[in-house]
């Protein structure tokens, strides 16, 4: 059977990453805790994702969704920005800047929205190095293995989806994701090996290597996939979400995004579309006079996108 140029560009990307994905075992999950909100409840939740490694999360259940009644799903993954003590805390509501808190925001649309810790993050975090030197020693400790940081993000997203369907509350074959900046990295990521993503959104976050090669970008680790540079950049990720649905929005003033850089990645993206039969499954918006922010238009186009593709 002959190999297709998208399948080959796959296979050699995840030899990049690290390697196959270990096969999942049972998610033993526990509820600790149960918050009572206005139209909404947040479960505090933990799942394993590995053997000895549970994922602290947060899911939004709307008031009147259950096993009888079920609805569509939406991972959150969170921001990077420095904020090690933050993670799931903020799109569920929880702490940090209300413009973030998009778990809430999409709760109230009628989603059920799990928010999950990434690695190094809030109750992630180790308790001999902080913030950024833990960060930097689980990159490198991923690297001596031969994988690296996104692959581990990778595999413990892909768990958030197997948790969601694990859910009675929650439309199996209606989940999607979206993220800003570090999330938005996640999201393109996660998309070539989640087909149960049948719809994502990135916010703010496509830094090519070209570009981050240009400016001297010290970017956060889950964009460095050691090797990758040799067959593709980072949009030729992105282009192996195809033919699921796929949003993107960026600021033209973004320095951590280049927008001379991310309109040529743009083109990688829509051709994979093209060649998949899919263009109309792939759009993008940039504000021109915005910089590395979640606007006002950018949310209402990540809602529209979830809307007609979710709901």
């Given at each position: 059977?002959?190999?297709?140029?998208?399948?080959?560009?796959?296979?050699?990307?995840?030899?990049?990453?690290?390697?196959?994905?270990?096969?999942?075992?049972?998610?033993?999950?526990?509820?600790?805790?149960?918050?009572r909100k206005e139209g909404y409840r947040v479960e505090s939740v933990t799942y394993e994702v590995e053997p000895g490694d549970r994922v602290p999360a947060l899911l939004l259940v709307p008031d009147g969704v259950d096993a009888s009644h079920p609805a569509?799903?939406?991972?959150?993954?969170?921001?990077?920005?420095?904020?090690?003590?933050?993670?799931?805390?903020?799109?569920?509501?929880?702490?940090?800047?209300?413009?973030?808190?998009?778990?809430?925001?999409?709760?109230?649309?009628?989603?059920?929205?799990?928010?999950?810790?990434?690695?190094?993050?809030?109750?992630?975090?180790?308790?001999?190095?902080?913030?950024?030197?833990?960060?930097?020693?689980?990159?490198?400790?991923?690297?001596?293995?031969?994988?690296?940081?996104?692959?581990?993000?990778?595999?413990?997203?892909?768990?958030?989806?197997?948790?969601?369907?694990?859910?009675?509350?929650?439309?199996?074959?209606?989940?999607?994701?979206?993220?800003?900046?570090?999330?938005?990295?996640?999201?393109?990521?996660?998309?070539?090996?989640?087909?149960?993503?049948?719809?994502?959104?990135?916010?703010?976050?496509?830094?090519?290597?070209?570009?981050?090669?240009?400016?001297?970008?010290?970017?956060?680790?889950?964009?460095?996939?050691?090797?990758?540079?040799?067959?593709?950049?980072?949009?030729?990720?992105?282009?192996?979400?195809?033919?699921?649905?796929?949003?993107?929005?960026?600021?033209?003033?973004?320095?951590?995004?280049?927008?001379?850089?991310?309109?040529?990645?743009?083109?990688?993206?829509?051709?994979?579309?093209?060649?998949?039969?899919?263009?109309?499954?792939?759009?993008?918006?940039?504000?021109?006079?915005?910089?590395?922010?979640?606007?006002?238009?950018?949310?209402?186009?990540?809602?529209?996108?979830?809307?007609?593709?979710?709901?």
């Amino acid at each position: 059977m002959k190999v297709t140029a998208s399948e080959d560009l796959r296979r050699r990307l995840l030899e990049c990453l690290g390697g196959p994905w270990p096969q999942p075992g049972e998610l033993r999950p526990v509820v600790r805790e149960t918050i009572r909100k206005e139209g909404y409840r947040v479960e505090s939740v933990t799942y394993e994702v590995e053997p000895g490694d549970r994922v602290p999360a947060l899911l939004l259940v709307p008031d009147g969704v259950d096993a009888s009644h079920p609805a569509p799903a939406v991972a959150v993954w969170h921001q990077h920005n420095d904020q090690w003590h933050l993670g799931k805390s903020e799109p569920a509501g929880l702490a940090g800047h209300p413009t973030h808190h998009t778990g809430v925001a999409l709760v109230k649309e009628g989603y059920v929205v799990l928010c999950p810790d990434a690695l190094c993050f809030e109750e992630r975090q180790s308790k001999n190095l902080r913030g950024g030197d833990f960060e930097r020693f689980e990159f490198l400790r991923y690297v001596v293995a031969g994988k690296c940081l996104a692959w581990k993000n990778i595999l413990d997203m892909r768990r958030a989806v197997d948790y969601l369907c694990s859910r009675p509350e929650v439309k199996p074959d209606r989940i999607g994701c979206y993220g800003h900046s570090m999330g938005s990295t996640h999201t393109w990521l996660v998309g070539p090996w989640e087909p149960r993503l049948v719809c994502l959104v990135g916010n703010c976050c496509l830094p090519t290597y070209a570009a981050i090669h240009r400016t001297h970008i010290l970017h956060c680790f889950p964009n460095f996939i050691p090797g990758w540079l040799q067959y593709g950049d980072t949009p030729d990720i992105a282009g192996l979400i195809a033919p699921r649905a796929l949003h993107l929005n960026f600021g033209a003033k973004d320095d951590g995004s280049p927008i001379q850089e991310v309109r040529e990645g743009l083109k990688t993206i829509a051709r994979a579309y093209d060649q998949a039969g899919a263009a109309n499954r792939f759009s993008y918006y940039i504000e021109e006079d915005a910089g590395h922010l979640l606007s006002t238009d950018m949310w209402r186009r990540t809602r529209e996108w979830l809307q007609r593709h979710l709901a």
